[in-house]
C-alpha cells in the first residue's frame, strides 16, 4: 500500500527555536497534503490543507506565520514551527492524497512528537 | 459545523469479549466515514471506510456500520485481543468537502 514518511519522530527543542517537519509520499504523488495537531487524549485538528505548488489554507485560528507550510513538490510537504513555545509542544501528523483519487483515500504519516522546552 | 462524538472515552474489557465503539455526527451530509486505529505515539491506520449509501464494511473480525440518518455508526470488534488494544478514531468527510472531522477517540485496553 501507499507510505508516508513522516521525519522526524520525536524532537525536543529549546524555546525560541524553529522546526522542520517532512512529510513524504514514497510511492505515490501527492496532490494535496494535509497538516493535522493532536494533543493528549484529544482528537485530530486539521491545521492547513497544501496543494502542491500553491500557497496552503489555513484553518481559523491557526496562525500562517508561525506554522509556515510548504508544498513544492507531488511528494514533499514541509511544515516548519517558527519560533517554538512550550504551549507548541504537540504531536503533529500529515496525510497525503494520492494523485487522481478520490478524498477517501488519504494515508497518514507516523506522526511527530514536539517538545518544546 | 460538523461534530464528531464518540461514546465511550475509554473502554477496558477482557480478552475475547465482543465490543461495540459508537461514534455519532451532528451532519447527515457525509460523503462517507472512517474507522481509524492509532497506537500510543503513532499515526493512523485506516481500518474500514463505509461510503454514504453504504451501511456496513467488514474486514476480518471488525464490522462497522452506518446509519446516515440518525447520524451514527459503530465498530464491532468480535473476540478482542490485547494486541487489539488502541485508540479508535472515527472520521467523517462532508460532501463536497476535502477534509476530515476526527472524533476524540475511544481508547481501548483489552486485558490478557
Known amino acids: 500500500g501507499a507510505v508516508v514518511s513522516q521525519h522526524p519522530s520525536r524532537v525536543i527543542c529549546k524555546s525560541g527555536t524553529s522546526v522542520k517537519i517532512e512529510c513524504r509520499s514514497l510511492?505515490?504523488?501527492?496532490?494535496?497534503m494535509f497538516w493535522y495537531r493532536q494533543f493528549p487524549k484529544q482528537s485530530l485538528m486539521l491545521m492547513a490543507t497544501s496543494n502542491e505548488g500553491s500557497k496552503a489554507t489555513y484553518e481559523q485560528g491557526v496562525e500562517k506565520d508561525k506554522f509556515l507550510i510548504n508544498h513544492a513538490s507531488l511528494t514533499l510537504s514541509t511544515l516548519t514551527v517558527t519560533s517554538a513555545h512550550p504551549e507548541d509542544s504537540s504531536f503533529y501528523i500529515c496525510?497525503?492524497?494520492?494523485?487522481?483519487?478520490?478524498?477517501?483515500?488519504?494515508?497518514f504519516g507516523s506522526g511527530t512528537q514536539l517538545s518544546v522546552l | 459545523k460538523q461534530e464528531v462524538t464518540q461514546i465511550p472515552a475509554a473502554l477496558s474489557v477482557p480478552e475475547g469479549e465482543n465490543l461495540v465503539l459508537n461514534c455519532s455526527f451532528t451532519?447527515?451530509?457525509?460523503?462517507?466515514l472512517q474507522w481509524f486505529r492509532q497506537d500510543p505515539g503513532k499515526g493512523l491506520t485506516s481500518l474500514l471506510l463505509?461510503?454514504?449509501?453504504?451501511r456496513e464494511q467488514t474486514s476480518g473480525r471488525l464490522n462497522a456500520s452506518l446509519d446516515k440518518s440518525s447520524g451514527r455508526s459503530t465498530l464491532y470488534i468480535a473476540a478482542s485481543q490485547p494486541g487489539d488494544s488502541a485508540t479508535y478514531l472515527c472520521a467523517v468527510i462532508r460532501q463536497g468537502a476535502q477534509k476530515l472531522v476526527f472524533g476524540q477517540g475511544t481508547r481501548l485496553t483489552i486485558n490478557p
Open positions: 463505509i461510503q454514504s449509501s453504504q
Open positions: 510511492d505515490f504523488q501527492a496532490t494535496t
Open positions: 496525510s497525503a492524497r494520492a494523485l487522481g483519487g478520490s478524498n477517501e483515500k488519504l494515508f
Open positions: 451532519d447527515s451530509a457525509i460523503y462517507n
